[in-house]
Each structure stands twice: as structure tokens, then as C-alpha cells.
């Protein structure tokens, strides 16, 4: 199976940019989602990165060392309404099926 | 973007009884597709894979008899929790897998069914 590390809670100011990281290991890896979960409601995908490298899509950022087993989101001009759980996803190990981490909620405040 | 449904959105139920959840895939075809169930502050669980026209396939420890899933078309999953307990209340969230194969291969989530076990 994957074990995926993040951290619990973070809080940042209205305005800033906060990263959140997440390490994994697993056999075979396959690729790396970023979802955002505000809630009482379901996830919603925010990025997936299968190569090395950043990839950026808005005010989010998404990075991946695979060599480190390493990845990262990026928040920028971050916005109350960005308050909410961020969960890293792994896929590897021969299937499809990504395993989610236990997900890092983020508290923006003014 | 591909638009998963799920309804009921919350159900109250008594111990005993039995609750179908549905989802839907609404803009696309999704022969996968998947149910969690989420605790508070915990992370998303896998509780079985479901494929369109075959038996679903469970994860270790879901008792397959008490989670019935049905998946007959290509647009549409069912969980039935049979003989509900309160240790059942719980977030089940399905998702649908969107063009496997593809460079994404990304799962849709549906909106969730709150359910609650008196």
C-alpha cells in the first residue's frame, strides 16, 4: 500500500500564500492528485501531477519530486473561502485507485 | 466538467431499516466507479469498486452483504445499506472515474449522502 504524510492543520492570513506538503512511498508510483474539501461537502479535484515539476492553474500550484516522494500545493492571494481540507492522493502499487491522505485543513483568516 | 450526482443529500433512518443512496454521472459515461465513506476529520475510505454489468469489488474488512452495490448502466451506481446500525451514520461519498486510460484518469466526486442511524 501508499503511506501519505500531511501535515493536520495549517492557518494563514487572507492575502498570503501557504504551501502544503505531502510525502508518500509506494512501489510503482502513478501519479499525485491535490483535492479540496470544504466541510459537509465532497471533494473537488484541483490539480494531478504525474511528471516532475510545477504545474501552475490559476492562484493554485501543484509540484512533485518523485525521486523525494515529495509534493507540495501552492496557494496564492489566499481568500477566506479557501478555508477548507486539502487532500493529497496517491496512486501507485499496481492500481488505479488513489489512496487519500487523511488531509491538511487550512484556516484562512483575516 | 464531469458532474457526478448523489441523492439522497442527507437521510435519517431508523436502526433496522435499509437506505439506497444513488449516483449518477450526469454529462458522461463512467463504467468505474467508487464509494467512500468518511468519518469526521478522517480521510476518504474506500469501501468498494463498483464496474457496470459485473459484481463490485470490495475492500478488506467492508462487509459485502451489508453494502449491497448495484451498478446497472453506465450512468448510475447504488449503495443499499442493509439493516442499518448507528455505527453505520457516516458521509458515503461515490465518484466516477472519468476516460480511464486518459492522461488525467481523474475521479469526479458526487456531492455525498449525509447518513444518520437513530
Known amino acids: 500500500g501508499q503511506n501519505i504524510d500531511q501535515p493536520t492543520e495549517m492557518t494563514a492570513t487572507e492575502g498570503a500564500i501557504v504551501q502544503i506538503n505531502c510525502t508518500y512511498q509506494?512501489?510503482?508510483?502513478?501519479?499525485l492528485f491535490w483535492y479540496q474539501q470544504h466541510a459537509g461537502e465532497a471533494p473537488t479535484f484541483l490539480s494531478y501531477?504525474?511528471?516532475?515539476g510545477l504545474e501552475e492553474k490559476g492562484r493554485f500550484s501543484s509540484f512533485l519530486s518523485r525521486s523525494k516522494g515529495y509534493s507540495y500545493l501552492l496557494l496564492k492571494e489566499l481568500q477566506m473561502k479557501d478555508s477548507a481540507s486539502y487532500l493529497c492522493?496517491?496512486?501507485?502499487?499496481?492500481?488505479?485507485?488513489?489512496?487519500f491522505g487523511r488531509g491538511t485543513s487550512l484556516i484562512v483568516h483575516p | 466538467g464531469a458532474v457526478v450526482s448523489q441523492h439522497p443529500s442527507w437521510v435519517i433512518c431508523k436502526s433496522g431499516t435499509s437506505v439506497k443512496i444513488e449516483c449518477r454521472s450526469l454529462?458522461?459515461?463512467?463504467?468505474?466507479m467508487f464509494w467512500y465513506r468518511q468519518f469526521p476529520k478522517q480521510s476518504l475510505m474506500l469501501m468498494a469498486t463498483s464496474n457496470e454489468g459485473s459484481k463490485a469489488t470490495y475492500e478488506q474488512g467492508v462487509e459485502k452483504d451489508k453494502f449491497l452495490i448495484n451498478h446497472a448502466s453506465l450512468t448510475l451506481s447504488t449503495l443499499t445499506v442493509t439493516s442499518a446500525h448507528p455505527e453505520d451514520s457516516s458521509f458515503y461519498i461515490c465518484s466516477a472515474r472519468d476516460e480511464p486510460g486518459s492522461s488525467t484518469d481523474t475521479q469526479y466526486f458526487g456531492p455525498g449522502t449525509r447518513l444518520t442511524v437513530l
Open positions: 492522493a496517491v496512486k501507485g502499487g499496481g492500481s488505479y485507485i488513489p489512496t
Open positions: 454529462d458522461f459515461q463512467a463504467t468505474t
Open positions: 501531477n504525474v511528471l516532475d
Open positions: 509506494t512501489s510503482g508510483f502513478n501519479g
